[in-house]
C-alpha cells in the first residue's frame, strides 16, 4: 500500500468518462483525494475515535491545533485502473464491540469509493490499532492542571 499522507508525490488515476454521445474526456482522481474521502467516511462512523497509530495522532494533534487537520491521517490506498485498496487505522471508543466497528468503517469505505470515487473496491484493511477510554482524557486534563 502507498501511503499518501507522506510528502511523496501521489500518482494520479485516469477514469474514461462520457456523458452522453457529445462529451467524451478523461478524469483524473488523485490518490491523496481518494485517502481523503475514505477518512472522512471512517470518522463518520459511530465508534471511531480518531484514524492513526501513536505517531501519526500526535503530528494530527499538532496539525489540528493549527486548524490544518489532515483528513487523511491513518489511511493508505493503492489504485489501480478501474479498483481501489484501502488500509485504514482506527482508534475505537470504549465499550465498543471492536468487530462491529471494524465492519461499519469496512462498509462505510466502500460505499464512499463506490458512490464518490466511482470505483469498484478490491478490498478493505481495518486496522483497530488502540481503543480510547474517556477516563483517560480525565487524567489528562487533570495533570496538565497540575503542571500549569
Known amino acids: 500500500m502507498a501511503n499518501v499522507t507522506g510528502g511523496t508525490q501521489p500518482k494520479a488515476q485516469v477514469v474514461t468518462a462520457s456523458t452522453g ?4 474526456g478523461k478524469t483524473t482522481i488523485g490518490d491523496g483525494v481518494v485517502a481523503k474521502i475514505a477518512g472522512i467516511a471512517a470518522r463518520e462512523v459511530p465508534g471511531v ?12 494533534a499538532i496539525r489540528d ?3 490544518t487537520t489532515d483528513l487523511s491521517q491513518g489511511i493508505s490506498v493503492e489504485v489501480g485502473e478501474t479498483q ?3 488500509d485504514a487505522t482506527i482508534v475505537a471508543e470504549y465499550p465498543v464491540s471492536l468487530q462491529k466497528v471494524a465492519d461499519e468503517v469496512r462498509a462505510a469505505i466502500a460505499r464512499a469509493m463506490v458512490e464518490l470515487v466511482g470505483m469498484e ?5 481495518v486496522t483497530v490499532n488502540d481503543v480510547h477510554i474517556p477516563s483517560d482524557d480525565d487524567e489528562d486534563e487533570q495533570q496538565e492542571a497540575r503542571v500549569l
Open 21 to 24: 454521445a457529445t462529451t467524451v
Open 65 to 67: 491545533a493549527l486548524n
Open 84 to 86: 481501489v485498496a484501502v
Open 49 to 60: 475515535y480518531a484514524l492513526g497509530g501513536g505517531a501519526a495522532r500526535m503530528v494530527g
Open 121 to 125: 473496491v478490491a478490498e478493505v484493511n
